[in-house]
């Protein structure tokens, strides 16, 4: 594992309260999130957005948690592609919410 992703991972850690605070809010045991400590294993893929969105920290990002993965820019670029175009087809507003 890089050892910027360690210290990211800690940092994330550290954020959401330590290792109890960052299993509570993934919906695992602490020992889960031990075995990640202790072995300095990467994050699984499926808690990565999920650690992102919680510390909402501008250090803490997919491609820091996970450098080992070389998609990232990819899928980010499809994502906003994706937001970009739902927010064009989008209804507009009514106009008794407008004058609220």
């Known amino acids: 594992m890089y050892e910027s992703a360690y210290q990211t991972y800690r940092l994330a850690e550290r ?57 990232w820019d990819m899928l980010g670029r499809q994502l906003r592609k994706r937001h970009t175009r739902r927010a064009d087809t989008a209804p507009p507003e009514s106009p008794e919410t407008i004058a609220a």
């Not at 290792?19 to 075995?35: E, K, M, P, V």
């Not at 072995?39 to 499926?46: H, L």
């Open 15 to 71: 954020i959401l309260g330590g290792r109890q605070g960052l299993a509570d809010i993934l919906g695992l045991s602490y020992d889960a999130i031990t075995f990640w400590h202790h072995r300095k294993a990467y994050m699984p893929f499926q808690y990565v957005a999920i650690v992102v969105a919680e510390c909402d920290d501008p250090r803490i990002t997919p491609k820091t948690l996970r450098p080992d993965y070389p998609y």
